[in-house]
Nanobody, 127 residues
Framework: QVQLVESGGGLVQTGGSLRLSCAFS????????MAWFRQTPGKEREFVAA????????RYADSLKGRFTISRDNAKNTVYLQMNSLKPEDTAAYYC????????????????????WGQGTQVTVSS
């Protein structure tokens, strides 16, 4: 079974940066599209970013373009989310997800497209 473990969350001041990591195991990492979502208690999960299985194509939530960057290192079985210029509204639990598909779905931004999920890592941005 595929397992995903996020790390790198924490407390940061407004305007600061964090890099989240997600370690993949239990399958062939390079065969999976990877994504990041975030969620505040009581709200639905929100799409953040996704990266194709070879790393050459990325998708972002429109509101996050220019601040967040998704990448992957297939030699390390790890996907990253670099977050810059953080704002209080970025405060959430961040989850990584894996999709066995090798082509983009028209609803790649939907959590229902993804087969495996990590436990989440908390990011808190102070004002």
């Amino acid at each position: 079974q595929v397992q995903l473990v996020e790390s790198g969350g924490g407390l940061v001041q407004t305007g600061g940066s964090l890099r989240l990591s997600c370690a993949f195991s239990g399958g062939t990492f390079s065969s999976y599209t990877m994504a990041w979502f975030r969620q505040t208690p009581g709200k639905e999960r929100e799409f953040v970013a996704a990266v194709s299985w070879r790393g050459g194509s990325q998708r972002y939530a429109d509101s996050l373009k220019g601040r967040f960057t998704i990448s992957r290192d297939n030699a390390k079985n790890t996907v990253y989310l670099q977050m810059n210029s953080l704002k209080p509204e970025d405060t959430a639990a961040y989850y990584c997800a894996a999709d066995r598909r090798q082509v983009w779905s028209s609803i790649y931004y939907s959590e229902k497209e993804y087969d495996y999920w990590g436990q989440g890592t908390q990011v808190t941005v102070s004002s």
